[in-house]
C-alpha cells in the first residue's frame, strides 16, 4: 500500500487527491491536513440549502463539493486528515462498511490514546471522547474504488461553522453553536494545549503501518496533474450546484446520532380569516411559528418554541416539559400529548393534538 505523506496542501488538493487515486486506478493511503481553510459539501447536500454562501464570500471562504456521502463541513488547518483508497475487490474490504469503520479508524483512536485520550467508537463513523465528537468520517465509491476519508480535530473554529450553515439568524443559529461547544471536541480542548501536529502525524503513521503494509507512494508530476484537473470539476459551478436533497424542515448534524432541527407549524388553527387577522402572522399568509429541538439517540433533549403567541391560551408552554426527555417517535410523543391533554380542564387542547403531532414529527 502506497502511503502519501503530503503534509500541508492547498485546500482543494486536499479532497482531490483521493478523487485522483480512484479515477487513476490505484489504492493509496493519504495523509496531509489543509494550508487555509474551505467548505467542503457532501455528494448530496444541496448548496443553497446548507451553506450560508454570502458569508462564505464575504470571508473569502472558498467551497468544494466531494463525490461522496456526508455532511458539509468546515475544513481548516487543525485538523490532520486520513484517507484510504482500495479497489472494490481487495481482501481487506470484509463484511459490511459499517464493519470497516470500525477497523479503518483505529489508527486514530489509538493516535488519541498515545496523548493520553481515552476515545471511543460512535456508529458508524464517528469517534468520541465522553460523548464528544473529535474526528468525523465518511465514505463513498469512486470509479470502483472504495474511498474511505477521516480526521482528527487538533482545533475547531465552531463560531466560522455556526456561521457558516444556512440557517435562520437568531435562536436557531444560536443552539447550533451551543450544540457544537456542547458535542464537539478537539485535542486542544481535551489536553489544555494545542499539540504539534508533526507528531500526531507521526503516531498515525505508525499505527496505520502496524496495519497496512505501506510503503512511500510519490506525488509524481502525473497524479499532481490528475489532482489539479479533478480539483477543478470538484470546485466548478456546475459541480458545487447539483441538486441535493431538500427536506420541509430543516435539520443541521452536529455528531452522529445528534441533531439541531427547526419544524415550521404545520398549520394555522384559526379557522377563519377574522381569527386569523387577530394573529401576530400576516392575514392569510402561512403560519411563521416554529419549534427548535435537539435530537440526540433519537430523544428530545431540547424543546424551543417562537412565534406562537396564539397558542399561549392552550397552555403550550407546559408542553415541554412533557416532552424533554421523550424517544423522538411517534408513540412516545403519543403518551406526552395524552399527559398534557389530561391537563386540560376546559378540552380546548384536543384540537391541537393532530397538528402538534404533526409539528413534533416533523411531517
Not at 485538523?79 to 472494490?88: G, H, K, N, R
Amino acid at each position: 500500500m502506497k502511503l502519501y505523506r503530503l503534509g500541508a496542501i492547498p485546500w482543494d488538493e486536499t479532497q482531490a487527491i483521493y478523487h485522483a487515486l480512484a479515477h487513476n486506478g490505484q489504492e493509496g493511503l493519504v495523509i496531509c491536513r489543509p494550508a487555509s481553510p474551505c467548505v467542503c459539501l457532501g455528494l448530496h447536500d444541496d448548496v443553497k440549502q446548507e451553506v450560508n454562501l454570502k458569508y462564505c464570500r464575504d470571508n473569502s471562504l472558498p467551497l468544494i463539493r466531494r463525490d461522496i456521502g456526508g455532511g458539509m463541513v468546515l475544513l481548516a488547518e487543525g485538523q490532520l486528515f486520513f484517507q484510504l483508497v482500495l479497489q472494490a475487490g481487495n481482501p481487506l474490504l470484509t463484511g459490511r462498511r459499517e464493519q470497516f469503520f470500525t477497523q479503518f479508524l483505529q489508527p486514530a483512536v489509538r493516535t488519541l490514546a498515545d496523548f493520553g485520550i481515552r476515545a471511543a467508537l460512535k456508529p458508524p463513523a464517528d469517534i468520541v471522547v465522553n460523548g464528544r465528537k473529535i474526528s468525523g468520517n465518511g465514505a463513498g465509491d469512486i470509479n470502483g474504488y472504495a474511498v474511505y476519508t477521516g480526521n482528527i480535530l487538533l482545533t475547531f473554529n465552531r463560531q466560522v461553522m455556526t456561521q457558516v450553515f444556512n440557517v435562520p439568524a437568531g435562536r436557531f443559529r444560536a443552539m447550533v453553536g451551543l450544540s457544537l461547544e456542547q458535542y464537539l471536541t478537539t485535542m486542544t480542548d481535551e489536553l489544555g494545549y494545542e499539540p504539534d501536529i508533526g507528531l500526531v502525524e507521526e503516531r498515525l503513521v505508525s499505527h496505520f503501518a502496524a496495519w497496512l503494509d505501506v510503503v512511500p507512494g510519490e506525488y509524481s508530476p502525473a497524479l499532481q496533474a490528475s489532482v489539479r484537473e479533478l480539483s477543478v470539476v470538484l470546485t466548478s459551478p456546475e459541480f458545487l450546484s447539483l441538486p441535493g436533497k431538500r427536506s420541509y424542515t430543516r435539520q443541521v448534524k452536529i455528531k452522529e446520532g445528534t441533531y439541531v432541527r427547526l419544524h415550521p407549524f404545520p398549520q394555522c388553527i384559526k379557522t377563519t380569516l377574522a381569527g386569523q387577522g387577530a394573529c401576530n402572522n400576516r392575514l392569510g399568509s402561512p403560519c411563521t411559528g416554529y419549534v427548535i429541538l435537539v435530537v440526540e439517540d433519537k430523544r428530545i433533549v431540547e424543546f424551543e418554541y417562537y412565534g406562537l403567541a396564539c397558542l399561549d391560551e392552550f397552555g403550550i408552554n407546559s408542553l415541554s416539559a412533557r416532552l424533554i426527555g421523550r424517544s423522538w417517535q411517534k408513540y412516545d410523543i403519543g403518551v406526552a400529548l395524552a399527559e398534557w391533554l389530561i391537563d386540560d380542564q376546559t378540552g380546548a387542547r384536543q384540537l391541537l393534538k393532530e397538528p402538534v403531532t404533526n409539528w413534533i414529527l416533523g411531517t
